[in-house]
């Protein structure tokens, strides 16, 4: 089997313009694979689709309740957001509520995707802060943790009690030991893994149980965040905000800078991971909505499906000019 398969193609007019090739697992409850596209056991960097696992020790070490976060946090430690005010208003008030500040993040200032919250910067004159970075819940997250765990200031060195968690935590719920990291875009360590490993991690977290155990109250309590608080996750505009909608809890999605997305379908039990070669982000998100339709959690005639797979390929006068469209292994 070639390590990778065409998976999204992109016609305009009567020719195909375009192929992003990709490889994807799908893993039920038992561990098995149930359908996969190219090699499960290559090794990828997940990016942020992996928040929910860098997620788990906040949870299962106490930090988050005796800081009594609540499921918007929790949201919020899982997302990659727009920066808009729903975003850095909470993230600026749980920084507060631990006695820090926007100079106790590591990762660094970003223009907020959000249309108007750039656009207030814009006429103020200020620049952008490391709360509009999109990963600065998952960063409150960490200093939550350290505090808890006692940890310096430099929470991001994979020598310190919040990375060596983190670390720990993948290699267990992967059931692989990480063959090494790489720096991510807000500068934590990003540990690689396997697709098949990833697919894992996704259904645990799919099948997990309050109660059953500390890890497994962990896993539901943020998927259950995710599913309720998608605006949290990403914001408007956004594919995991707008399929997560769309799918009213019947799944919880993760994206990740190239070409990777992570899919957790709890009722039907199933963990998804996914890699588009190219890095195409819209590869991903109509790879990923072929795959939440195919396995029944997304109706592929909403809107937000439509908007992904077998949307329109409009030009800057609204004309069609063609389609982007799962390939036919998908379907």
Known sequence: MSKFVPMVEVWRGDILECVHNGQAVVV???GQIVEAWGEPESIILPRSSSKMIQALPLIESGAADTFGLTTEQLALSCASHNGAHIHTDRVTAWMSDLGLGDDDFRCGPQVPADAEARDELVRAH??????HNNCSGKHAGFLTLSKHLGGDAEYLETDHPVQKAIHAAQNEITDMESPGFGIDGCSAPNFAGSL???AKAMEFFANAEEGKSTRDTAAVRLRNAMMTHPELVAGEGRACTELMREMNGKGAIKTGADGVFFG???EKGLGIALKIQDGATRGSECAMAALLAKYGALDP??????K???APLLNRRDIDCGI???AASLT
């Open 264 to 266: 957790i379908l709890p």
């Open 324 to 326: 982007i469209k799962p």
């Open 126 to 131: 200020e620049k952008p802060c490391q709360v």
């Open 301 to 306: 005639a909403s809107a937000a499906a439509r």
């Open 196 to 198: 098949y490993g990833f």
């Open 308 to 310: 992904r797979m077998n």
């Open 28 to 30: 039920d409850g038992s």
